[in-house]
């Protein structure tokens, strides 16, 4: 079970390498697109490393969310997947998607 979510964990981080070759003025919804797989599907929940219900973000408060993936970045915050997300964005990717979030109904 660990490999298995290994092998998950760099398989997204593969994909956040290719996205992150993408011009720094690239627009938001690059940003983004990583998120919306999990976030954004009202009652989706993911399937590792256990059933999880997975929180909407879209509305909250730019701090909230911002504080939120700093914290994951740190590993103040455990879940293994925010964890490789969150440590792969840079503080502006951060406050953009923040942002972009609390404009979302
Ligand atoms: C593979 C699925 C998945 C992807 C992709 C994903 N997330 Fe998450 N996210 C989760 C899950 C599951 C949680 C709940 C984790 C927990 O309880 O700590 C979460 C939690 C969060 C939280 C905390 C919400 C709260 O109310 O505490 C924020 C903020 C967040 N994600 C932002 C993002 C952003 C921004 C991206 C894209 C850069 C992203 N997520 C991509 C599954 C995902």
């Known amino acids: 079970m660990k490999n298995f979510i290994a092998?998950?964990?760099l398989a997204g981080m593969a994909q956040l390498a290719v996205a992150a070759d993408?011009?720094?003025?690239?627009?938001?919804?690059?940003?983004?697109?990583?998120?919306?797989?999990c976030h954004g599907i009202p009652g989706y929940k993911a399937s590792f490393p256990e059933v999880y219900q997975v929180p909407m973000i879209g509305?909250?408060?730019?701090?909230?969310?911002?504080s939120a993936l700093q914290a994951y970045k740190k590993g103040e915050?455990?879940?293994?997947?925010?964890r490789g997300i969150a440590s792969s964005?840079?503080?502006q990717d951060?406050?953009?998607v923040a942002a972009y979030y609390s404009q979302q109904k």
């Open 89 to 91: 964005l840079s503080d």
């Open 59 to 66: 509305g909250q408060s730019a701090k909230y969310i911002e």
């Open 7 to 9: 092998c998950l964990a």
């Open 77 to 82: 915050r455990k879940h293994p997947t925010m």
């Open 22 to 37: 993408a011009p720094a003025s690239s627009p938001i919804i690059n940003k983004v697109a990583n998120c919306i797989g």
């Open 94 to 96: 951060i406050a953009d």
